[in-house]
């Protein structure tokens, strides 16, 4: 069975730091486009960062650009994205997605549209509060 599995969640005070790790289990990551969505309550998932398989190419959202940073080890099999200068409005479950349906020259305009993730992990939830 093919499966995503985030943790590295928790509560954090705002201008925190957290890093959430994707490990995948039943497959390998290494062909797999991966992202990181994020959905609080009430509002619709939203794309966060993504990265190619190769990982040469990594997206961003204008809300986190500058502050979260998306990495790969295809040797640990493990997606990264590591949060700094939490803000509350980052408070959500955050899920990692993984896809083989993206060109690289698609990827740019596409990435943060969850229709083409096939596989989810169950998420992690972030709490950013004082």
């Known amino acids: 069975q093919l499966q995503l599995v985030e943790s590295g969640g928790g509560l954090v005070q705002p201008g925190g730091s957290l890093t959430l790790s994707c490990a995948a289990s039943?497959?390998?990551?290494?062909?797999?486009?991966i992202s990181w969505f994020r959905q609080a309550p009430g509002r619709e998932r939203e794309g966060v960062s993504s990265?190619?398989?190769?990982?040469?190419?990594?997206n961003y959202s204008g809300s986190v650009r500058g502050r979260f940073t998306i990495s790969r080890d295809d040797g640990k099999n493990i997606v990264y994205l590591q949060m700094t200068s939490l803000k509350p409005e980052d408070t959500a479950v955050y899920y990692c997605?993984?896809?083989?349906?993206?060109?690289?020259?698609?990827?740019?305009?596409?990435?943060?549209?969850?229709?083409?993730?096939?596989?989810w992990g169950q998420g992690t939830q972030v709490t950013v509060s004082s």
């Open positions: 990265i190619t398989s190769s990982g040469e190419i990594t």
């Open positions: 039943g497959f390998t990551l290494d062909d797999y486009a």
């Open positions: 997605a993984a896809t083989k349906q993206l060109t690289v020259a698609a990827f740019g305009s596409a990435w943060a549209n969850n229709k083409w993730y096939n596989i």
